[in-house]
């Protein structure tokens, strides 16, 4: 069994901004394979489908960003999930919008999301998306940056880099990640 877990804020305050990314991605990834996330458990929203004859579970956590190991963990012990077969879907400032960067494992980054996840899992073991979204060319705190809109100007970007994501989640539910990596990585 597979699950792929994408971070964002619930509530249509935050609906389509930076922060919301790996949202857009479940929901793009659910709409594309007429997947809908029907059930709410677990603090989260999931869907359990069936690819090839393996399982599969699309996440969003309803935790808040900050939080999100507390809805993905009890999932996880429930569905006997390994942490090796959890990919994590999430925003990144330290990329430029538009691109994406697949990783075996690795730390937080700052990202709170992550460090959420790392403590409740205890391990760093689990896959990731990272969704560049850059950084403000303005000054602008941070917090009002991610919880912003993308621009016009960045929105055919987000856009690319949303369906590009997907196409990696597509691909590892019949790929190793090693293949997906040296695909998406590019």
Not at 83 to 88: G, H, K, P, Q, Y
Not at 134 to 154: A, Q
């Amino acid at each position: 069994m597979k699950c792929i877990v994408g971070l964002g804020n619930p509530g249509k305050k935050y609906e389509q901004t930076r922060h919301n990314v790996g949202f857009m991605i479940i929901d793009e990834l659910a709409e594309r394979n007429n997947w809908k996330l029907k059930k709410k458990k677990f603090n989260g929203k999931y869907s359990l489908e069936t690819i090839n004859d393996e399982q599969v579970i699309l996440l969003k956590p309803q935790t808040y960003m900050n939080l999100s190991g507390e809805s993905l963990r009890p999932l996880m012990d429930f569905y006997d999930i390994n942490s090796n077969d959890i990919m994590v879907i999430y925003d990144d400032l330290d990329l430029p919008t538009g691109k994406i960067r697949l990783r075996q494992k690795g730390g937080h980054g700052g990202h709170n999301g992550i460090r959420s996840i790392i403590d409740h899992l205890a391990t760093k073991e689990f896959k990731r998306v990272r969704v560049g979204i850059g950084r403000p060319t303005t000054p602008i705190p941070v917090p009002d940056y991610v919880l912003g809109k993308f621009s016009k100007d960045e929105a055919e970007e987000a856009a690319a880099s949303i369906k590009k994501a997907v196409d990696a989640c597509e691909s590892w539910l019949t790929n190793s990640f090693q293949e997906v990596m040296n695909e998406f990585n590019q």
